[in-house]
Every structure is written in structure tokens, then in C-alpha cells.
């Protein structure tokens, strides 16, 4: 089945506006996610890694992604289509609670 990295970008401030109702529900359908074998996680932060012509390796902390909400968290999670990807993650925290979520789908590297 193909694979799909999702990316949740959302604030503190669009979460606490969002119904507790609805909040409750959106991490019903993460741990349904996570039940079916995804990968569910908070991002941390990040460290570029370059090895320019393997001459020696340089390191960087971010974070780098620039959006107009914080990185939030990461999902890898299996669908049978975009449109399947999309059903599973319209649900979760980020979606519903006023953030975004990106799907990226995965193939096969060469």
C-alpha cells in the first residue's frame, strides 16, 4: 500500500479556541492512526546535516521550515490514494484546530 508523510503545522492559540469536543475527537483519530500502524509523532527540533563532495560533514540547528504556523508533528501512514490520505488526517488535531496538514506522498527512491 503507498505511503504517505504528513506534516502538522499548528499553535497553541488556534488549539485552545477549538471546541474540547472537537479536540477530543481529533486525538481519537490519532490514536486510531496509530492503531492502524502509522506513525504518530511530535516534531522535535532539527539539525541539517550537509557532506559537501564528502569533504567533510557540517551540521546546523534549526529550525528551517518557514510556515505561518510552527512545525508541529509528523505522521508516515499508509492509504490507497491521496484522496484516502486525505480522509484519515482531515480529523486530526492540526486539521481541525485552526493549523494545516500537508500530505507528501512517498515513492520509491532510485
Known amino acids: ?11 497553541e492559540a488556534g488549539y485552545e479556541r477549538t471546541p474540547l469536543a472537537i479536540r477530543e475527537a481529533a ?18 527540533s532539527p539539525v541539517q546535516v550537509r557532506n559537501p563532495a564528502g569533504e567533510g ?3 546546523s540547528r534549526g529550525p528551517f521550515m ?3 504556523l510552527p512545525l ?12 484516502d490520505a486525505i480522509a484519515q488526517v482531515a480529523k486530526t488535531p492540526c486539521a481541525v484546530a ?5 500530505i507528501w506522498p512517498l515513492t520509491p527512491s532510485r
Open 57 to 59: 560533514v557540517q551540521t
Open 98 to 102: 485552526y493549523g494545516v496538514v500537508e
Open 27 to 44: 486525538h481519537r483519530q490519532d490514536a486510531k492512526l496509530r492503531e492502524s500502524g502509522a506513525i504518530v509523532r511530535i516534531a522535535g
Open 1 to 11: 500500500m503507498p505511503k504517505f508523510i504528513t506534516i502538522g503545522y499548528g499553535d
Open 66 to 68: 518557514r510556515a505561518d
Open 72 to 83: 508541529a508533528g509528523f505522521a508516515l501512514i499508509e492509504a490507497s490514494s491521496v484522496e
